[in-house]
């Protein structure tokens, strides 16, 4: 086993995590969390997402929250983008880091989207273009890169394609999700082995779900690639949409938990981010981390 | 990555999650379990345990049990016996397969079995030279491996000494326990690269617990270590006795899951095991599998 010992991670519960909650957690809550993160020596947070409230209304108040965070000069914030008018309200509030979003899937594209990958492309562009001339790094997320809810196993040749054209549009750095959680290990290696090929691995992080218990085994074998940069949730948070009750986003608790014991650094202080993760726990329903049930068990 | 085609996973549900379930499980029910178990593929069951009643209430139909169940003649059935007498009830049975105990760390080994590691050896000796003469194979779990917790971190030389003692005394396996479920990979790595100056691979299996969420990061990397052999329970149960509501063992379930998609052959059919671990759900608390938690919420 080879890896680095400075891994980035990227926390993702602010928007991938509060995204799935049923109910929506207050602004001034959201608010007071997100500085809570920000000074846990993390230097990535999504904070939130600007797409059309109708979609996502858990997330509403993205501009209110931009607004009242306050901002950690060591941070880059991030906020999920789906086109011009999201940008030009993520714009109008600074947001560091633009995230762009599609899925490797047509089908899951379609019902997450409401459009044709090829459809989607050309508005990412423009985002992409329009987020470089304000100065904003551009991030984006393929989903369903390792199995899709409706197709099943993904095509690598369809990823790299896809990785290809998010490159060629100036995205910065690609985030390869495990949507279902379903990767394995063996996958990983071979999903890796073959974007290496193409794609330089400081461009490449990794978002992997914990749905079937498999994220940490398939974070080693990225670290094992090379990669580090990782998206996890604080606790668990959001659960997965597609299998209610069982574990979403990797924990970003469990995440530190196997890396700092291997010595891996990552600046991230575990303390502030139970602690975190114990001030949203008042507010939602979805924690599924293992660091938080070990706690909950010594109350 | 480099790791076995073939894995030999160790049933030990019936024996090592029962006996953390704080009500018994009744006899017929464990026995048509058991059945079940031998039906999935599965070349090996721990059916129970000969300790003293008193110590372990929910195991004490380990005679009953051991009579009743249908033996499958690709199964070995094996038992934890603690000393002669246990020893002397689990031969009336023709267990297949004697297991011993004892643990790496002293005040563990004190709290567990009431004796300091020197005053069970010779016991366990006792116990390993009748069952050869009974033409027996002997299992010798060392638990604490990789931190306990009293004593914290374990010396690997403490383990190794106990390893080498265990195996001249004639015990044909050993299986490395991570009784707390605190170990990461690159612990993982660290044990087995000195272990494996001392003892051959073939001799060594591995017991992760899943209550931090790194067990399957644990297992990747002892199969990379060429380690074939892994214990693990139905469901994940059983739960953490020193945490309760977290994970304790790591479930069979979860381990299929991810091994069979890797690729690797176990001879157990995943439908079983999952339909075993809804059989015993009605009589437990603790099922706390991922594949469990998905088959919840299809529900």
Redesign the interface.
């Known amino acids: ?1 080879d890896f680095s010992n400075k891994v980035s991670i990227k926390e993702v519960g602010p928007r991938d995590g509060l995204q799935n909650e049923s109910e929506m957690v207050p602004t001034d809550a959201k608010i007071e969390w997100i500085n809570m993160l920000s000074d846990s020596g993390t230097s990535y947070i999504e904070i939130s997402s600007f797409v059309h409230p109708k979609w996502i209304p858990q997330l509403k108040d993205a501009t209110e929250v931009a607004k009242k965070i306050k901002r950690n000069p060591n941070v880059t914030y991030a906020a999920l983008v789906p086109n011009s008018t999201g940008l030009e309200r993520a714009l109008e509030v600074n947001i560091d880091e633009v995230c762009l979003f599609l899925s490797a899937s047509e089908t899951h594209n379609k019902k997450n989207i409401n459009k044709s990958i090829a459809d989607t492309l050309p508005v990412l562009e423009s985002v992409s273009t329009e987020s470089k001339k304000a100065n904003k790094t551009v991030r984006g997320y393929v989903s369903t890169v390792f199995g899709c809810p409706y197709e099943g196993d993904i095509d690598t040749d369809k990823v790299i394609s896809i990785c290809d054209k998010l490159l060629t549009m100036g995205v910065d750095e690609l985030s390869l999700g495990d949507t279902i959680g ?1 990767a ?4 990983v ?1 071979k999903v890796l082995e073959e974007l290496l090929r193409y794609f330089p691995k400081e461009k490449l992080a990794m978002h992997f779900h ?8 398939n ?3 990225a670290l ?1 690639y090379g990669i580090t940069n990782f998206d996890s949730a604080v606790g668990g948070l959001g659960g ?1 949409p597609y ?5 979403g986003n990797l ?1 970003t608790d ?1 995440l530190l ?2 890396l700092h ?3 891996v650094v990552t600046g991230i202080n575990e303390k502030n981010i139970i602690e975190a993760a114990l001030y949203i726990e008042k507010y939602v329903k979805n924690l599924s ?3 938080m ?2 706690l ?3 109350r």
Chains 1, 2 share one sequence.
């Not at 394995?184 to 996958?187: H, R, V």
């Not at 914990?210 to 085994?217: D, E």
């Not at 299998?243 to 574990?247: D, E, N």
């Open positions: 086993m379903v394995d290990p063996a996958q290696a914990n749905t079937r218990g498999t994220a940490l085994a974070v080693l074998v094992d997965c299998a209610k009750g069982a574990s924990a469990d938990y196997m014991r291997m010595g981390s293992n660091q049930k070990i909950k068990s010594e």
